[in-house]
């Protein structure tokens, strides 16, 4: 069974509307964390958010902005105000607590339209 | 500025040649990971190492070795490059015990034909 699911292979979004990304996670860990990357076409893995299993605010970063939902294991990306730049893929993963490996989603491919 | 680097950009090679991807990390973290990048697959882990000398199996470790002979370095080796290994190739690092990120090299971009 995966344990980091993102359901949306690809979007279309307006430049300046918000944008959710879904990503529902699996794992029977109390302690775990959860990551958002977005890679642009020019291949390199850019870190934008974190959330701790044991956080109870939604974390936030600028634009970026994560739903936590700790009982349905979702950790949705928004992005508020989209711009043409937030075209790429973006990647959702879970780091469980006792291990130092990262599990990674297939990934959302966004387009922005102008 | 953290900073893990990689050899290539992009690297083009042919069936049956030892291949070798450096990964170099200045950040003196214990953990290092090789990905593979596909379209439509996600990030695969080959091999992780969480020390010097010390590695682990990833997720699609056949037809990969690796070597990590001093903290800040770790090397993916294709033994015979095969067309089914054109990918890109990620290297990654992080400290251990926290529920940290990783950081990413830029990539590699690897061609065996």
């Known amino acids: 069974a995966q344990k980091i699911t993102q359901t949306q292979p690809g979007m279309f979004v307006q430049e300046k509307e918000a944008v959710t990304l879904d990503c529902t996670y699996d794992?029977?860990?109390?302690?775990?964390?959860l990551f958002w990357y977005k890679q642009p076409s020019s291949g390199e893995m850019i870190f934008l958010i974190y959330q701790g299993s044991y956080d109870e605010q939604n974390a936030t970063e600028g634009r970026y902005s994560l739903n936590f939902q700790k009982a349905r294991k979702s950790a949705n990306l928004v992005i508020s105000a989209s711009q043409l730049g937030d075209s790429a893929m973006y990647f959702c993963?879970?780091?469980?607590?006792?291990?130092?490996?990262?599990?990674f989603g297939k990934g959302t491919r966004l387009h922005i339209l102008p | 500025d953290v900073k893990v680097t990689q050899s290539s950009r992009y690297l083009v090679k042919r069936t049956g040649e030892k291949v070798f991807l450096e990964c170099v990390q200045d950040m003196d973290h214990e953990n290092m990971f090789w990905y593979r990048q596909d379209p439509g697959l996600g990030l695969r882990l080959i091999y992780f190492s969480y020390d010097v000398k010390m590695k682990e199996k990833g997720d699609i470790p056949e037809g990969y070795s690796v070597s990590r002979e001093k903290k800040e370095r770790f090397s993916l080796i294709l033994e015979s490059a095969s067309t089914n290994q054109t990918s890109m190739y990620l290297c990654?690092?992080?400290?251990?015990?926290?529920?940290?990120?990783?950081?990413f090299g830029p990539g590699t971009r690897l061609t065996v034909t």
């Open positions: 993963a879970m780091r469980e607590g006792r291990d130092d490996k990262i599990i």
């Open positions: 794992t029977s860990d109390q302690s775990y964390g």
């Open positions: 990654a690092s992080s400290p251990p015990g926290t529920l940290s990120e990783q950081y």
